[in-house]
């Protein structure tokens, strides 16, 4: 409650509504993943676990390129008719990104697998992989709309559907012993049938969504032409440099192995994800609205960031000095091993906390350049000490050299972030 007093008299009554409009939601979707996955765990084993993360990794990625980062310029747009032009934008960059995708999986399957320890395994998968960035790519332009519109419900019952839908066909299949298939299966089902409640959201809205005027568009890719230029490459670098351990480490280790540590990302960032989905959205509507009207964003980010350390940093302590147990007793003994890599990655995990929500900074005072500079470091950096552990075939230092070199990197742009702000408010006084 302290929390919440603190963020409501420093940022207002409609950010703390909205806000818990979306975590009250989320929450219950968090509730929902984290209620199924005692079963879940004990009906898939750690490979199966490996095959999907290292699916979704992929799948992550390209779904960041796949809208060319214009979906962030949506709420920065103060012109419905613009705002609907970058959004119809991103759609049309989705559907050519998707047929091309889909050849090269198609065509290049065997290859593509055999670069990975478990090549036999991913390859049957490969080809769904443009299928679900389609339909990522496309949620990413819908629920950039939704924030500029402030329709945070709808963004609330995406993924209340996306949590249900999934958490239930993993269970399904699980049991009908459906194994690989269903884990993979469920969450294709869980991005189509989210998507589709929000597109209808969208329609009944605005009905013209697809009468599509060329030369707005072209306009729109014209100015915002820097989002693709610098944001995508940093989004992508940041990307990369988050999942370099699915990625890299299938190389030498085995799905087993990444498996469990799939795990330990999942259960330590589905709330990290769940809290800042929450609250960047929100804040970031608030910053720019203060931006337009020449005020200052240094008290609301500073209160945020105090909020939520209040808030979070007890529970963390608390996580360092029971992960394993809670891991083992929860989801299992075979997953023991998982909450060693979640105690080692708990001070990144804090920091991307604080950090995530604000990561819509640099482009407010379009700084992209030197956010992108940043991300190459970080990635570089992560790089090296991932490869010294595939080298020494040791995979607990790897994981360890990634935390660390990790938790210093976030709290870098942490502090560069509130240069920014502090510059900005400055230079308005």
Known sequence: MKTIDILRH?????????????????????????????????LYSPENFGVLNLLLTIVGL??????????SAIVMESENRNAKALLQLIFGINIIFFIVTQLIFSLFSHPIASLFESGDSLKPWLPMIPIMVLLMGLWQGLNNYFIREKRFKMIGCYSLTKSIVNSGSKIGFGLAGMLQSGLI?????????SLAVAFSAVIKKCKDIFRFDKEEIKKMAKKYANFPKFELPQAISNSLASNLPLLLLPLCFTMDEIGLFSLALTIGFTPVFIFNGAMDQVLYKQSVDLLHNNQSIRNTIRNFCLGTTAALLPIFILFFFISEWFFGFVFGEQWVEAGLYFKILLPWLFMVTLTSSLTFIPKLFFKQKTAMMIEFTYFILRVLVLLYGICIKNFTHAIIGFGIVSTLM??????????????HSICHQ
């Open 10 to 42: 420093s940022l207002g009554k409609d950010f703390v509504r909205n806000s818990l409009t979306l975590l009250s939601a989320s929450t219950f979707a968090q509730i929902i993943t984290f209620a199924v996955y005692p079963i879940i765990t004990r």
């Open 62 to 71: 390209l779904a960041i390129a796949s809208t060319g980062r214009y979906e």
């Open 185 to 193: 299966i469920s969450t294709l089902i869980g991005l189509f049938t």
């Open 410 to 423: 976030v709290s870098i742009q942490l502090i560069w972030y509130f240069s920014l702000i502090k510059r």
